[in-house]
């Protein structure tokens, strides 16, 4: 990192489980002119964590998405499937202080329990004490007793209480697996993330992640969370709803209607100059300020 750049970095993080739709080109075009907009790094994670959710050649081809975009992003790509080691370390710090448990519930077990926000099942605390006798451990569990609040750059302000919301929840699969929330926040902190810029349908991810950067006394990065893109359904794009591939549009024309989506209005016949051209007037004209907080739907061709 030459000295004149300043200590923002952001990153992009895509899931490979399919091919990049519109909904994850606003995320890659909105981390990327926020970071480059400040002078900053923009690093790439491919998170393949969720190995059974990993769909073989999407990683590949959202590389090879991006490069034709036009993106430049930092240093190489970290790839989640190779990070067991420190995710592995981490949990043997939240267990050396006593931050985790060994839970032996199935989710059948767990049915009864009451909904968590995000629509999963609180956890009941059944093994918060100690495993039933004759119990062996599935997963482990991190103990969620604080009030999360953060501000952040888009949605404002947001408060979590974990133990009403959410409930002790899980950092190491019973599959074996390293969840989520764990795995994304070792990654930040091992790379220097200070600002994330993402999509609004991980907002609610935030608190636990916010919740295990202290545990792990790790800084606390700047959040903005973009709007969620529907289609006219008033569903976020996903695989589930069939999302066309961004590669189906020619990249100005899918940049310049990305950047519409995000509030900077660009003059339409951008849509037709060079890929080059798009990016100097997004990076001369960027400004967070302008992004809308709420979900909204984009064009039907996109979706
Ligand atoms: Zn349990």
Redesign the pocket.
Same mark, same amino acid.
């Given at each position: 990192m030459s000295a004149a750049r300043s200590a923002y970095s952001g990153r992009f993080a895509p899931s490979p489980s399919g091919p990049l739709h519109f909904g994850s080109l606003v995320a890659a075009v909105g981390s990327y002119l926020e970071a480059r907009c400040n002078d900053g790094r923009w690093l790439l994670r491919i998170e393949d964590v969720d190995t059974p959710r990993t769909v073989p050649g999407a990683a590949q081809a959202i590389l090879a998405t991006l490069a034709r975009f036009g993106f430049e992003w930092d240093g190489e790509v970290v790839w989640q499937s190779q990070r067991s080691a420190a995710y592995a370390a981490a949990l043997e710090d939240l267990k050396a202080a006593g931050h985790v448990f060994p +839970?032996? +519930?199935t989710r059948r077990e767990m049915a009864d329990s009451s909904l968590a926000r995000d629509g999963s099942r609180r956890?009941p605390g059944? +093994?918060r004490d100690g495993l039933p006798a004759g119990r062996s451990a599935r997963a482990w569990?991190v103990r969620a007793e604080s009030v999360i609040r953060f501000d952040d750059a888009i949605q404002g302000a947001q408060q979590e209480d974990l133990t009403r919301d959410v409930g002790d929840y899980v950092v190491l699969r019973a599959d074996g697996l390293y969840a989520y929330q764990l795995a994304v926040v070792v990654d930040d902190a091992a790379a220097g993330v200070t600002h994330i810029v993402r999509g609004a349908d991980l907002l609610g991810s935030t608190a636990r992640q916010i919740h295990l950067q202290h545990l792990l006394g790790a800084p606390v990065p700047a959040y903005a969370h973009l709007p969620v893109a529907t289609n006219a359904a008033a569903e976020k794009l996903s695989k589930q709803t069939l999302a066309r591939a961004i590669d189906a549009h020619p990249p100005a024309v899918a940049l310049v209607a990305a950047l519409a989506f995000l509030g900077q209005h660009a003059p339409p016949e951008l849509a037709r100059a060079p890929l080059a051209e798009v990016w100097s007037w997004a990076r001369t004209h960027w400004q967070i300020a302008r992004v809308p907080r709420l979900p909204h739907a984009i064009a039907p061709e996109f979706a």
């Open positions: +839970c032996a +519930c956890y059944t +093994c569990r």
